[in-house]
């Protein structure tokens, strides 16, 4: 990150998943397509948060740097927990 900054590379991690992402609905019929873009999403947003730490860091300062990041790490979790649970309750033909 200190060689390049952190916003390009942001940037560049978002267009990949944003890009990927749209092409769910096109390849969700073909089983291996499908897995290999699940797994590059899952891939960008592990780079997310490798970026996303020494951020913190940089931010909040040393001391309460790992702090904040552990509560949104918490609520990231949370958001991933909630996801499932309103496509459950508000999708009614399941696909």
Known sequence: MDK???????????????????????IVSINILYLISVLLVSLCIGGHFSLLAPLFNKVYGVSIGPQAYGICGIFIGLA??????????FLKEKI
Do not use: D
């Not at 942001?10 to 092409?23: D, N, V, W």
């Not at 991933?80 to 309750?89: M, V």
């Open 4 to 26: 390049f900054g952190f916003k390009p590379l942001m940037l560049i991690i978002s267009f990949l998943e944003i890009s990927i992402a749209a092409s769910f609905y096109f």
């Open 80 to 89: 991933n927990l909630t996801g499932p649970l309103l496509c459950a309750f």
